[in-house]
């Protein structure tokens, strides 16, 4: 039985906290955030400790914690966490800058200490069978793969202004996927983005839609898009075309109903966002989780794939600002 | 080149004026029609001459006849026409009487000149792919026949009442398909029926919506849906059952566009009728027909499939009317 | 919070025992089965008691039982829960038997506590989704209902002959969803059955194969196709045909993803059977039980609904074995 | 009726010619080509007169002249023919040269003469579906373009060396489709192209999979997708997100049939090739041109439209030989 503290009691957190809570394989024994009030309902709701972090860092009876907290906090708390033993899932992003995530992997590295990443959509079924297919070789050698990704509507310009810009902030699952799918780091980005959602969030220095393209050493090529605002719900798709055929994956559908009538066939809408879509990849992400501290099973996303996830976002966000690519060595 | 003479210029006759003279192989010689007017305009469209069918049975340049004119001329035009020497590709029902189809089968097959009927939808490419996939085993042996079959609308009661009924005028399409795709007769015929859609049919004597329950004698089961209200437009599906998996055609929609807005994902209707969901399938009819002439190919729908049809749209009337299944003889 | 005991810790048992724990108003107390393993390792795994019937319906603190052992113990069991001023889950069918099942209606009547039946496909968000638009007039008036039932694989022999056959075993939840979706019972029941897919099947009294017609005093008609055999997976659908237009509730497939190569377009099948299917289901019926219970919200399947999907499942058992159709007083 | 000469008897002559002879208005009186034996039997299946380009476009009694000749020979006959008062619709590109077809644009014009490019998938009914769509601001203001166009199969590297090369011979149709959706040209191009289909193509210098972004004065942007292989058949579709939801057209499918087997759920792949996917197209087109002839109407895909479909072309060839964006004057 994996014994975990949670650190960080919002949205995301709530999430971990039930599936820590429903695994037969661990246990939810404290929960720490700023907000006192979240700590205490969320805690009470499992039967959890309320605490700290400070606390459940320095607790030898916790074997691991998950990072849930805000993003700048991650590099601190990871360091902290593997300085004292435990094993971690931190949410993503790491960092919003490079530089610190980098200086954040090399500590945790020297520890020893395996540190887990959540990019959670490798975790999504869909996704997960795209991988599992490709591996198989059903679709020969990969050649272009494509990646759709957009939220429901715009975040408000004032945490626009704090999240480190669309392509750190958004595109990073997106260029996670890419290299968990690819199997490489592209030799090249191009980014091309705008404003044209919300007139605001350029104004606050940020893109709302955009289109990038990554060139593999291989020839082989990725292109992601990108928009803050798709008004049926949260759209999340992958096609990779290979020498012996096209992988897609759709999106998941509130229900499976349609209503024929004159106006014609109506169907369910993709799921709303991000919480209904991959409520089935948090839970296989914390499963993953729980068997690589307790069967040392791999990890599945490490610290170096948030860190070159990072890398992109940090490439595409230079081309975007001055109109060129971007070479990366590889 | 096979030089034709089409009986009728109606509506179904101005299809396969099209086919005919669109095909490479055949030639369209000749019209004739009660509507003077008719006759004229569908003659020179496609240089043909506008004629009488007394004159296209007796000119022996004209190697075949297609007859497309009222139902209750068909089984005289099928006697005359085999008797003249003409191949004969007829429309289908056969008769609305039984025993008139029977005693056209007889006198016809006296002259050992094949007759074809137009059941149209097993050249429909859908259907014709299921019955295909079936004859090379790839769901294994059949067990469960599924035949949805809707009109957009039901047609005036003053047509229903001449009809022959909706078993006789509609359902036996249906029947056919499942004579074709069950390769064998039911030995028990079920209906229910109803005039739900519009009670005016009802008190003419007839349903307008009726479910069809065929039983075989080697224990399989088909069931045969019909309503003629369908306001999406003209559904037309099939479904089989077999040991091994599951075969389904579905409808042909008017283009492949959807829209997804916050109200839902919309996409296009159902093909409006039959004109334009079995266009393709004429023209497949109109190939086979001139293949079995010039080829020498087999004839693939003949006189006694239809009426093998028009037995089980008799017995379902009698059951529909009875409340009673019928028990034919196998 | 809702205190439970449940008894019967077989698969269902454990399904319910997982949504009990999960569901913030209700805590699982006790357990019970006749099998002290499965007792033992269910109880712990949630922090319950394992007990014994006679205990949990004797102890004051618990408010509510679920009915989640053999089908024969059922009507004793809801008869003695009631009697012990228990509100009561109970899977379905009531019985096999419908002259026992309207006793313990009686029995149970008499105590006042309302008994709800485990119909869990009413719950399911597809049909679900169906209901709410039939109810909000969406295609308008109803005609023509078509219900596919499908297993992945019969089972075993033993089974069948003491399963009540596949009328009272499983079409009684096609029967219930008759009943649920057209909110009235038929006026007649027609029933083709055969054993196509097991010969042993058919030796041990049963079929394996049916299609039902149900006929309503209005004019409706509903039909209901079974099968104890869909290699391809759990097939359940259910289509709708109003005046003004098709409602159709699909499959819920594995995933999304579809692998286009030289040989087709290949998506995932259905999921497998009714634990993935139903996952979702049996969440939402828990939910509508604690509303029933801590909100006095309106039971959402009582025990009438339960004897009267009997009642068609009695019908269709005589139809199929006489060949006629059975008249029902409605 | 609408006297038409055709000049190139080749494969997308032998469409064009069925159309102008199956259309109410239009007759095919003339066919030329080097060719003598195809000129000859395509002549003859329509009853027209086997000629050359000179008496074509001599001869008074013609109105209008099909230009499906090899492309090299485009800007010269399209020069002649208007210069001869023949109203002309020629099949895309309009040259390989953008100053060649610039020249020819000014030459024509002087005449008045309208000429009409065979940009063909614009008249492909879901195409135009979705350009309706947008028209009617059912989706809002569009915000994001996706054209994805892979074919079948590469061609042989000697027809890759003359072709232009994949931006100038196949990319042409998806800048004309940008043009056509987006209603504006753009402002910046950037590709990226690679030859990982084929090495050889790489070394007779093109690319074989490309993608190309392009991006509008207004912060519209569109990505375009081409790869010279998808062995599951021709992909042909189109996205469009507005700011009030998503257009999609999707590919056309061999047929409607799917198969569930233990294996999964198979079901048609796309139409091989362009004469299947754009049957429906072709006729549309020419429908278009009769209506723009005989009836004044627009002429809906102009010589201009040509020449900035080359200019797109151009740029992007440049951009993909630079690794650099190209900025265009809007």
Not at 81 to 108: F, M, N, W
Not at 124 to 146: M, Q, R, T, Y
Not at 163 to 184: E, P, T, V, W, Y
């Amino acid at each position: 039985m994996l014994k975990v503290g949670l650190l960080g009691a919002g949205r995301i957190g709530r999430v971990h906290a039930i599936n820590i809570a429903a695994h037969a394989r661990s246990q939810l024994v404290a929960v720490s955030d700023v907000n006192e009030d979240a700590v205490q309902s969320l805690a009470s709701a499992h039967g959890a400790k309320a605490s700290t972090s400070e606390a459940i860092l320095s607790d030898a009876s916790i074997d691991a914690v998950l990072i849930a907290t805000s993003t700048d906090t991650h590099s601190d708390l990871i360091e902290r966490a593997t300085a004292a033993g435990k094993r971690v899932l931190c949410e993503k992003p790491v960092d919003l800058s490079l530089e610190r995530a980098q200086r954040c992997l090399s500590a945790a590295s020297k520890t020893g200490i395996p540190v887990m990443i959540g990019f959670n959509r490798r975790f999504d079924p869909n996704f997960a069978a795209i991988k599992a297919s490709l591996k198989a070789g059903e679709v020969g050698k990969p050649e272009l793969l494509s990646i759709t990704s957009f939220d429901p509507a715009p975040p408000p310009v004032s945490y626009v202004k704090v999240s480190g810009g669309l392509f750190r902030d958004m595109m990073i699952h997106d260029f996670d996927m890419a290299n968990f799918l690819m199997g490489a780091a592209p030799q090249k980005v191009h980014a091309a983005g705008t404003s044209i959602v919300d007139p605001e969030i350029g104004k606050a220095g940020d893109v709302d839609t955009a289109v990038v393209t990554l060139t593999y050493a291989d020839g082989r090529i990725a292109v992601i898009k990108n928009s803050r605002r798709a008004v049926y719900g949260y759209d999340q798709r992958v096609e990779l075309l290979g020498s012996e055929g096209l992988l897609s994956a759709g999106n998941v559908l509130e229900n499976t109903v349609s209503k024929s009538t004159s106006k014609g066939v109506v169907s369910a809408k993709p799921e709303l966002f991000f919480l209904e879509r991959y409520m089935r990849a948090y839970a296989a992400e914390w499963d993953a989780f729980v068997a690589s501290v307790l069967d040392g099973a791999e990890v599945p996303v490490t610290l170096e794939d948030g860190v070159a996830a990072l890398v992109l976002a940090e490439a595409a966000t230079e081309s975007a600002r001055s109109g060129k690519s971007v070479l990366l060595e590889v």
